[in-house]
């Protein structure tokens, strides 16, 4: 028998267990009471009217309602006097820079009525001209979060601002000892210059900087930088546990680059191959070719084999490492000379010393590597970090100020942290909300957000980049820059400094000059203006493969801590879109858990949702909910940082999940994210939120992949269609109906999917949902499955199934399955079953392609639901805005201001799904009538394809025979295109490409 590939989303389906068996084909199972924990015996009635028609598309009370730095913020329109760059009902562009912890991207901001309500990719930009991350997508959100501070605090009460700079000011003339400011990365030219000039004041200062998520040792590898690795380039890609598409250094631009290599065509039909030596199943190792599970602590053996090899000194697979693997790698890498890269996750500077000797071996600097252009987004600095602490408990430190930057919480000496901190003096927070470090201070300064701040940034040595407010503040926050001028006793405004810092890169007219960076958002003349430290480093790539090489894998459970790609390392976790996203592996929400293989629970009789106590050789436990993750390196779990939050600024996430730093350690003067724990089941159960395994595919053809070299040989062989036996022979399904077909004769708007380039990131579902006004349920309601996402991520796992008779074996889950991602979202149906059913003609088809919802109209009988095979429709069981079960965005006038005014609400018992982003598509023809032309090919853009960081999606006009998806469909007819379910014959307008795996 042929081996064939069998697709599962989850091990429950599976494994078909009573569970999934009993729910799998009813749509609506037994539910979890609103607002009840799980577990609870107590239960919560929600009474509401049936219908509850919201008012939602104008202002809420409170709305700011003029844009920029000069606007004041108002409660009250029509307006008396109309500002001259507000048009209601018409969008204001401004460009601008996100940067959190490392993520940037430079952004475009649409204001509406001088709201902030959506964020998109600046296409002036050659670092991230495509796409945005899932964190700068949510972004938005954080600046109409209810729970930022207001005023300033003086010893936790809230106070004015010149009380609190009088105050600061005469105890900083009065200081003894050394002043600190604590901060994550700064990459701003303008900021750093600013700290300096603010230390200099005093006899001894210092600017100490750490990342939760460190990169010290990659630093201290090179000199004090981060290479400026380059994808694109590399035919052959080796990483050691990166996840340099979900969260390592710069997953944006690393995901454009990378995709460029893995676009196939006939004319082109080559692309890299990507080997993955990692412990979780990250986002990047899904993505990978060969992937193979390690334990971290096999990681330095593995380089220095690596090494060993590359540079002739002989090596071989470390023990319990896939050995074909590692030779195959092994050989690509000596063929691809000058085309490879080599990349390594790990905070150990002997590992990271390696692979920079490895890499210049490779002769990737020059080619992979472009050594004129380093990255600046990590700059943390562990072992100052570590004398920092040691000398807040010495007592030595008069003065520290912490600029986001939350060390009481994710620092593995935390608990040092907060008694060294008794010992200060003067102690200044610019914390936005209350975090843990903020409650130990004398002084909450808090600072503005990032859409009411200017600043300039410099990701990467060459390219800067702007920011500028698009709102005044809403509160009465001030920007930290501006707190350190006003302490100084500068009159200066941060504008104004930023102006007069960036005249040393400027040409020409200055004035002339300054408004077009501004008005492009970046400056990418090769002008550089951040300084950086130069980081020593004094151990040699032969030290340290001699001492890596006689490490032998650990004994005991490794549980590694891992930076979730929604949530990063938690200073953004209070934002209920990035909690409602779904990890893209795990698919679960609302929380952090225990992953862990499959085998390691059945050995100790663990099933998921069961709570494990994780015990660290220091004594230090958390306790978490355990989640069988298939791919999980034996021996070994992972546990996402960020979570485990008891405070009353951050009531989204107050109480959920457990803080995984205390499992961090501190080695070799880093900071590990790696140890050796003690694994106990407990008692208790919490069941974890997963979005994805709510329906069966039923082992039909949904998803479809094959390998290069059979695309090489006949690109018509690499894709299934399904073709139906009649009298005259096979024919396509198409050819056979009982409909009468659509005649096109204006538009017929489609899309296509490459299954080649998606990566599962997730940024377009948080477009999708931040664009369309799609509400928030909470944890219980996903459980419940009632989850409101208009597009989902389908995550695929596959194995090739085993032989007949070992049926049984084929209920158990591959230990390291492939894996495979699909976008799937309302499939607008030429032939859309939906339509038949509703008997209210709710769900409608337009003249041009789009199945539209006639909201007013719906009466939620469900059908349409019911008759969907894509199970792409959502119902509102609820009014989920102005409802207090339900409290978030959408309950609070600040929050609603995030609201797009273009799209309406919907009410209780209304059945919702994907639009095309329908007011796009009209506001595209609009404009184009008022200019008596046809709208161009690329002009109207679906939310999804427009934060999509790897183009993966592509939406048009298929009549256009110019539009880029005509041509994409007719040059990959009969090759790499298909309908999802053809057999049916539904005839949907979505397209998927068929994806190609370098398998070695």
Known sequence: MQDRIKYWKGIEELENTPEFAKHAHNEFPEFLPLNETPGDSKSSQVTAPRRDFLKLLGFG???????????????????????????????????????????????????????????????????????????????????????????????????????????????????????????????????????????????????????????????????????????????????????????????????????????????????????????????????????????????????????????????????????????????????????????????????????????????????????????????????????????????????????????????????????????????????????????????????????ESWNDYEPKRGFLSLAQPVIRPIFTTRQMQDSLLTWSGNTTTFYDYIRNNWRKVASGDFNVFWDKAVHDGVLETGASMLKVSPVANTLTAASAASAAGSRAGGSGIEAVVYEKVQIGPGYEVNNPYLQEAGDPITKATWGNYVAMPRIMAEEMKVVQGDVLRVTTANGKTIEAPALIQPGQAPGTVGIAMGYGRDLESMPVVKGLGANAFPITTVANNSVSYSSVVKLEKTDATSPIAQMQTHHTIMDRLVVQENTLANYQKDPKTVTKYIRIATHDGPVKPATISLWDDYEYKNHHWGMVVDLNSCIGCGACTLSCNIENNIPVVGKAEVINRREMHWMRIDRYYSAKEHEPKDYAEMEHPADNPTVIFQPMMCQHCNHAPCETVCPVAATMHSSEGINQMAYNRCVGTRYCANNCPYKVRRFNWFAYANNDKFDYNMNNDLGKMVLNPDVVVRSRGVMEKCSFCVQRVQLGKLEAKRENRRPKDGEIVTACAQSCPTDAIIFGDMLDPESRIAQVLAKEEGERAFHVLEEINVQPNVTYLTKIRNLA
Request: glycine share 6%; aromatic share 8%; hydrophobic share 40%.
């Open 61 to 451: 009370l409170a709305a700011a309602t003029l844009a920029s730095c000069e606007a004041p913020v108002r409660k009250a329109i029509p307006y008396l006097n109309k500002p001259v760059d507000v048009e209601p009902g018409v969008a204001n562009w401004y460009a601008s820079t996100y940067f959190s912890h490392g993520d940037y991207n430079s952004i475009l901001i649409k204001t509406r009525e001088g709201r902030p309500i959506k964020i998109e990719p600046n296409p002036m930009s050659s670092v991230t001209p495509l796409g945005t991350s899932p964190r700068a997508q949510a972004s938005v959100l954080n600046l109409y979060d209810n729970n930022r501070l207001r005023t300033p605090l003086l010893k936790g009460k809230e106070a004015k601002w010149e009380d609190v700079d009088r105050e600061i000011t005469a105890a900083l003339n009065g200081v003894s000892g050394k002043v600190v400011l604590v901060s994550s990365t700064v990459a701003s030219p303008s900021t750093k210059q600013l700290i300096d000039e603010f230390g200099s004041r005093f006899g001894s200062f210092e600017h100490v900087t750490y990342d939760a998520n460190s990169a010290s040792a990659l630093l201290a590898a090179n000199g004090g930088t981060i290479p400026g690795y380059d994808f694109s380039k590399a035919n052959i890609i080796v990483s050691v546990g990166a996840d340099f598409l979900g969260s390592w250094i710069a997953p944006t631009p690393f995901a454009k680059q990378y995709i460029q290599n893995r676009k196939i065509t006939k004319e082109k039909a080559v692309m890299s191959r990507h080997y993955q030596f990692e412990t979780i199943l990250s986002l990047t190792g899904a993505n990978a070719d060969i992937r193979v599970p390690i334990k971290p602590s096999q990681e330095a053996a593995l380089v220095s084999a690596l090494y060993n090899s590359i540079t002739g000194q002989g090596g071989s697979a470390p023990a319990n490492v896939d050995s074909k693997a590692f030779a195959a790698a092994v050989r690509d890498l000596n063929a691809n000379k000058g085309k490879a890269l080599v990349v390594s996750g790990s905070n150990d500077p002997a590992v990271q010393t390696m692979v920079a000797a490895l890499n210049q071996a490779l002769g990737a600097e020059g080619t992979t590597i472009d050594t004129a252009a380093p990255y600046f987004v990590k700059q943390g600095n562990d072992a100052q970090m570590l004398r920092f602490i040691e000398d807040l408990n010495a007592g030595t430190i008069g003065a520290v100020f912490f600029y986001n930057a939350n060390p009481a919480y994710d620092h593995p000496l935390a608990d040092r942290v907060k008694s060294g901190l008794a010992k200060v003096g003067l102690k200044v927070s610019f914390a936005e909300r209350v975090d843990e470090t903020a409650a130990l201070v004398d002084f909450v300064t808090p600072d503005n957000n990032y859409l």
